[in-house]
Nanobody
């Protein structure tokens, strides 16, 4: 139901745009989030957007560099990643959940998950 795409190999300082397309159902009241997991590390919150209203949330590590947005007509959420750093290398996954503000940052609050897409930043 959630299909992530757009990952790839990019040099440090470069940009990538990830997409997360929802199919089979819509999530009008849900929050759509991006999480990432690097080898040997725990999964961490990256960014999220409320489907209704468009309120956005970001991890401190990506503020000012990443932008999350949505296209209601296409039922798709985007993550524009600029000024990529080596430490942004990870598998990025999108998820949907009926979260409240305080729970938006936690993976356990999300009920639906897409497969991950690999982002590799090279020096």
């Amino acid at each position: 139901q959630l299909q992530a795409s757009g990952g790839g190999l990019v040099q440090a300082g470069g940009s990538l745009r990830l997409s997360c397309a929802a199919s089979g159902r819509t999530f009008p009241r849900y929050t759509l989030g991006w999480f990432r997991q690097a080898p040997g590390k725990e999964r961490e919150f990256v960014a999220a957007i409320r489907w209704s209203g468009g309120t956005t949330y970001y991890a401190d590590s990506v503020k000012g560099r990443f932008t999350i947005s949505r296209d209601n007509a296409k039922n798709t959420v985007f993550l524009q990643m600029n000024s990529l750093k080596l430490e942004d290398t990870a598998v990025y996954s999108c998820a949907a959940g009926d979260t409240i503000v305080s729970s938006t940052y936690y993976a356990r609050s999300y009920d639906y998950w897409g497969q991950g897409t690999q982002v590799t930043v090279s020096s």
